[in-house]
């Protein structure tokens, strides 16, 4: 499993700056563009995310693949996806995203659910949750499909339609906004997950001082 966490739930700073607002040509396919920010985010990581994922693909060679992502950790999610895909030739047997902003323009979200996909992710949200909402559709952005909208107490649930902007999900909601449902998702508080994860991760730092 491949899983890319959101930023710092307790900062807005940070989605703000995820959130400039600039397109790039995509060199996979012909006419598709992603958002910079994200796109440079991945690369920068890339080599490294290969690199951990040849070792656990050696350790357990017939697991399944599974790519998650949460926030912006989502965006990064569906370019692990590709390179998985693309560079490692893997079969992509589960994609879930939760709370994922647009990542790139309306040839890229269709290439990649017909090339990268095949159909199989789930593009979770959660009823007003904002950030599926950025960056705006207003900007040449477009979301993947299959988009999966929860309601607000996460006990009922919608399969939208397969053109990634149903207007009867999320995007019902794109002027009334509200951050607490992008922090909790079928009843998991993000915050506290993410405390949790802070008090017991140990910080490479530390590990080297301690050698």
Known sequence: MLVFAGPD????KNYWDEMVILQQKYDSCPGCKVHTGFYK???GAEDKVLYAWDILRKSH??????VVGHSFGAALAVHG?????EKREEHLDLLYNFGQPRVGNQKFASWYNETITDGKQFRITHHKDPVPQMPPAAFG??????????DKFNDDYKVCDG?????????QWLLNGNWRDHL??????????????????????DVRAAE
């Open 163 to 171: 053109t990634g902007e149903d207007p009867e999900c999320s995007n």
């Open 9 to 12: 739930p307790l900062s807005y």
């Open 61 to 66: 060679p017939e697991a399944k693949t599974a």
């Open 141 to 150: 952005f477009h979301h993947e499909s299959t988009e999966v909208y929860y």
């Open 184 to 205: 909790t998702y079928l009843g998991e508080d993000f915050v506290a997950q993410y405390m949790t994860c802070k008090l017991f991760t140990v910080d490479e730092d």
């Open 41 to 43: 985010s991945f690369v």
């Open 81 to 85: 996806a590709i390179a998985l895909k």
